[in-house]
């Protein structure tokens, strides 16, 4: 393995930021940077050889600065939607920053993915680098000074391996994920609603018309959302039912049958490249969003312009509010209690 250490540009406050590009013996790479501990470049072959980015973004670490699309991102300290941007902890009403309708998406405006982080380890014979981010107490409104490590891992099978590691000082809730669009056939090669999808869940939660679920679980049998057997998108995706048309597509968490790392919870396959990418998780959900929004005329890698669906994203998680729907899984962690958590994306092609 070799990793190339390089500077990205400079933040806000004049901070440097920097690239490390993982290469393994096949010339497939990973990049990422400390800035939001972002995920930059994914470069793996087709069937034919032929290698390519697969991963939506942007060229310049300034263009990072906004991301609203959170390409690449790191979300945290919670991923996805709050009810009424609070929760009760301990007693306590926590309310935290209100920045979708009524709801808390991302954790708010300050999300981790705008953030420096400081460089733990690089460890080039082993292909990883490790960032850590300190997040104060009261930080997003949540209690606990809280020490966040996301460790990125490429391995000669060009698997890209995210570990997150974090513990408060306080009871808190821990629930990162990342945000990172794929597209198979090449960052730039247009819609990717005809990739072929398989997803090993029965059932998925269901949400009102502002993605916010209350606690229903719906078998996904004889409904768009039944990818046990392996389909494409694109007809989903403009369905009338109300879990589909009021996100404009599919922006959904998958309630998986048995996350594990010793077999994959999803598979997607280029329609057109052949490149296949295999999704391990030790996280309960998965949350699959067709990039319904993607764009808004915003200057992407290579001078491409990025539409809605070009990118797909799936995003392992505590499901949804699940902090305020106590049936589900919880990602409150106590005081001194270490969250540890790990996703593997697969390369590969046939």
Same mark, same amino acid.
């Given at each position: 393995?070799?990793?190339?250490?390089?500077?990205?540009?400079? +933040?806000?406050?004049?901070?440097?930021?920097?690239?490390?590009?993982? +290469?393994?013996?096949?010339?497939?790479?990973?990049?990422?940077?400390?800035?939001? &501990?972002?995920?930059?470049?994914?470069?793996?072959?087709?069937?034919?050889?032929?290698?390519?980015?697969?991963?939506?973004?942007?060229?310049?670490?300034?263009?990072?600065?906004?991301?609203?699309?959170?390409?690449?991102?790191?979300?945290?300290?919670?991923?996805?939607?709050?009810?009424? &941007?609070?929760?009760?902890?301990?007693?306590?009403?926590?309310?935290?920053?209100?920045?979708?309708?009524?709801?808390?998406?991302?954790?708010?405006?300050?999300?981790?993915?705008?953030?420096?982080?400081?460089?733990?380890?690089?460890?080039?014979?082993?292909?990883?680098?490790?960032?850590?981010?300190?997040?104060?107490?009261?930080?997003?409104?949540?209690?606990?000074?809280? +020490?966040?490590?996301?460790?990125?891992?490429?391995?000669?099978?060009?698997?890209?391996?995210?570990?997150?590691?974090?513990?408060?000082?306080?009871?808190?809730?821990?629930?990162? +994920?990342?945000?990172?669009?794929?597209?198979?056939?090449?960052?730039?090669?247009?819609?990717?609603?005809?990739?072929?999808?398989?997803?090993?869940?029965?059932?998925?939660?269901?949400?009102?018309?502002?993605?916010?679920?209350?606690?229903?679980?719906?078998?996904?049998?004889?409904?768009?959302?039944?990818?046990?057997?392996?389909?494409?998108?694109?007809?989903?995706?403009?369905?009338?039912?109300?879990?589909?048309?009021?996100?404009s597509g599919y922006d959904r968490n998958f309630v998986l049958n048995n996350p594990t790392l010793d077999k994959p919870i999803a598979r997607i396959e280029g329609d057109k490249s052949g490149?296949?990418?295999?999704?391990?998780?030790?996280?309960?959900?998965?949350?699959?969003?067709?990039?319904?929004?993607?764009?808004?005329?915003?200057?992407?890698?290579?001078?491409?312009?990025?539409?809605?669906?070009?990118?797909?994203?799936?995003?392992?998680?505590?499901?949804?509010?699940?902090?305020?729907?106590?049936?589900?899984?919880?990602?409150?962690?106590?005081?001194?209690?270490?969250?540890?958590?790990?996703?593997?994306?697969?390369?590969?092609?046939?």
């Amino acid at each position: 393995m070799k990793i190339t250490k390089s500077e990205f540009g400079k +933040t806000k406050d004049g901070k440097v930021a920097y690239l490390y590009e993982i +290469t393994n013996s096949k010339n497939a790479k990973l990049t990422v940077t400390n800035y939001g &501990a972002i995920m930059v470049n994914i470069i793996v072959p087709d069937k034919d050889g032929n290698f390519a980015d697969v991963l939506l973004g942007y060229d310049k670490l300034e263009d990072y600065f906004e991301n609203p699309s959170a390409h690449g991102a790191v979300v945290g300290r919670n991923a996805n939607r709050i009810e009424k &941007a609070q929760f009760v902890l301990n007693g306590e009403v926590i309310k935290m920053e209100v920045n979708d309708n009524d709801n808390n998406l991302h954790s708010g405006s300050n999300s981790y993915f705008y953030r420096l982080y400081d460089e733990v380890a690089v460890n080039e014979a082993e292909g990883f680098v490790t960032f850590r981010l300190l997040s104060p107490d009261g930080d997003q409104n949540l209690p606990g000074n809280l +020490t966040f490590d996301v460790t990125y891992k490429f391995t000669e099978d060009n698997e890209v391996v995210i570990n997150y590691k974090a513990v408060s000082d306080k009871d808190t809730i821990i629930n990162p +994920t990342n945000h990172s669009y794929f597209n198979l056939n090449g960052h730039n090669s247009g819609c990717a609603l005809d990739h072929i999808i398989w997803v090993d869940a029965d059932k998925f939660t269901v949400a009102d018309e502002h993605a916010i679920p209350h606690g229903e679980e719906r078998d996904v049998t004889g409904t768009v959302f039944d990818f046990r057997t392996p389909k494409s998108a694109r007809e989903g995706n403009k369905s009338t039912d109300m879990q589909i048309a009021s996100a404009s597509g599919y922006d959904r968490n998958f309630v998986l049958n048995n996350p594990t790392l010793d077999k994959p919870i999803a598979r997607i396959e280029g329609d057109k490249s052949g490149r296949v990418m295999e999704i391990f998780t030790t996280l309960p959900g998965l949350q699959f969003y067709a990039g319904n929004f993607i764009g808004l005329n915003e200057v992407s890698k290579d001078g491409y312009i990025y539409k809605g669906n070009d990118g797909l994203a799936f995003e392992s998680q505590y499901a949804p509010n699940a902090v305020n729907l106590p049936q589900f899984p919880q990602p409150f962690y106590k005081a001194g209690e270490e969250y540890n958590s790990t996703t593997i994306y697969k390369f590969s092609a046939k």
